[in-house]
């Protein structure tokens, strides 16, 4: 059954609009606050880039602990590595997101692979090698992952 206003007495028409319009609101609403809750990947980026650099290597450690099977001491170890890795690499970072020369932006990502073999060179230093094959394999995935983003 459809509701047609113009066959309603207009003492009941001015209540069906009211209810339509408390519909609509509560709908409207409803549908405003689940978008607001859901959490998008760059608002998890944006939360991530908040952090600071001791919060991202707990992050971190929390992360390799649970993925790689970590001992305390491996992740409290992880920790350190990653804290450097961080500092070292945050002041490239921002000079990468500056305005640069592509002769400038290739010497800062020849920089960032020399800390990030560092950062390997590390962890080897305290991975079993069972952990370091791991580490490598989830590397190598989230670099394929990140080049089908790109295509």
């Known amino acids: 059954m459809t509701l047609n206003l113009f066959q309603i007495p207009?003492?009941?028409k001015k209540k069906h609009m009211k209810n339509l319009a408390l519909f609509l609101a509560l709908t409207l609403?409803?549908?405003?606050?689940?978008?607001?809750?859901?959490?998008?990947?760059?608002?998890?980026?944006?939360?991530?880039k908040n952090l600071s650099p001791d919060e991202q290597a707990k992050r971190s450690a929390d992360k390799a602990a649970t993925k790689l099977g970590l001992t305390a001491d491996q992740k409290a170890k992880w920790e350190?590595?990653?804290r450097?890795?961080?500092?070292?690499?945050?002041?490239?970072?921002?000079?990468?997101?500056?305005s640069t020369t592509?002769?400038?932006?290739k010497q800062i990502h020849q920089e960032m692979t020399t800390?990030?073999?560092?950062?390997?060179?590390?962890?080897?230093?305290?991975?079993?090698?069972?952990?370091?094959a791991k580490f490598k394999e989830i590397k190598k995935e989230k670099q394929q992952e990140r080049k089908g983003q790109m295509h």
Request: proline residues 6%; negative net charge; aromatic residues 4%.
């Open 10 to 12: 207009a003492s009941k």
């Open 29 to 48: 609403g409803s549908i405003t606050y689940i978008g607001a809750q859901t959490s998008t990947p760059a608002a998890a980026k944006n939360q991530k």
């Open 80 to 82: 350190v590595a990653e």
């Open 84 to 98: 450097e890795h961080l500092t070292v690499n945050s002041p490239l970072r921002e000079r990468l997101n500056g």
């Open 102 to 105: 592509p002769e400038e932006r």
């Open 115 to 132: 800390n990030n073999d560092h950062f390997e060179t590390t962890l080897g230093t305290f991975l079993t090698p069972d952990q370091l």
